[in-house]
């Protein structure tokens, strides 16, 4: 982690040329809220070294730039979850602070994944962008999950696919990964890579592919999680660094039952 940190400093005096940004930072390991429980994720995403020029006309820059977003889940059963993503918000040194949608999200996992070895499950998510965020106004996103705890180990993948509805081949490949080592004490260190690979009827050449790697921690502190990470960019087309700050609570105890 102390590496990490050094390095993203150091990169912060280099120059670099575009990427698409993210509100969320994350890998999908398969848990669930329990039935009945809200759960409350704050996500909060810095660069201080990004992308200096504009994904489009009038689109938010890379860097400098602050992005958060409260991320609202409900636990239906133990094998579905709803969320919601909203606001979605921004703070860039061109634009300022401004909003830039909300997300949908349905996920769908095998009851119970963090007690068992071999897990699964599929996220969907349907955003409705401001002009500032995605010069596509609807996107959607198809993100498995599949994964092993393997004693204190665990690996995950999310072989996820962006589409912006403009057809099959021009689906994006922008898988992410997790290894993760969890300490008896409650810390768990991990190593993630988020990438771009471009659409699948023709990726990317090599220099143009998004890649970047964190180094993660994460721990609990009573009723609250704590997830911070530091982003390192590992091509040219990749913002050199970014940080990540995640708080996770559940809002409620006492599951509650609509319906009931």
């Known amino acids: 982690m102390r590496f990490a940190i050094i390095f993203c400093t150091l990169l912060i ?20 809220s329990g ?6 994720t704050w996500h909060n995403n810095f660069t201080p070294k ?7 006309p009038g689109g938010v820059v890379a860097d400098r730039s602050f992005n958060g977003v409260t991320e609202w889940a409900y636990g239906v059963t133990d094998w579905f979850e709803q969320g919601l993503y909203l606001p979605l918000y921004t703070h860039d040194k061109n634009l ?11 996920l769908f996992a095998v009851p119970h994944a963090d007690q068992r070895s071999f897990f699964y499950g599929v996220n969907f998510e349907f955003s409705i962008n401001e002009p500032r965020w995605d010069e596509h106004r ?17 690996f995950i993948v999310n072989p996820i696919v962006d589409t912006a509805y403009d057809g099959w081949g021009n ?24 990438d771009d690979f471009g659409p699948l009827n023709g990726f990317y050449s090599a220099g143009e592919q998004a890649h970047q790697l ?3 921690v994460n721990k609990a502190f009573g009723s609250v999680e704590i997830e911070a990470g530091v982003g390192v960019g590992l091509t040219d087309a990749t913002d050199r660094c970014t940080l990540k700050l995640l708080v996770i609570h559940d809002l409620n105890k006492t599951p509650i039952r609509f319906g009931k």
């Not at 990004?50 to 489009?56: D, K, L, S, V, W």
């Not at 300022?96 to 349905?106: L, M, P, Q, T, V």
């Not at 609807?138 to 665990?154: A, C, K, M, N």
């Open 50 to 56: 990004g992308i200096a020029t504009e994904p489009y």
């Open 35 to 40: 039935p009945g429980v809200f759960n409350l």
């Open 13 to 32: 005096l280099a120059p670099l040329p575009a990427s698409a940004q993210s509100d969320e930072i994350q890998v999908y390991d398969g848990g669930l």
């Open 96 to 106: 300022g602070w401004g909003y830039n949608g909300f997300k949908i999200r349905e």
């Open 138 to 154: 609807y996107t959607s996103e198809v993100r498995p999950i599949v994964g092993w705890h393997l004693g204190q180990w665990d």
């Open 171 to 194: 689906l994006e490949f922008v898988p992410a990964t997790r290894v993760a080592y969890n300490f008896k004490s409650g810390w768990t260190l991990s190593a993630e890579e988020y």
């Open 214 to 216: 964190y180094g993660v």
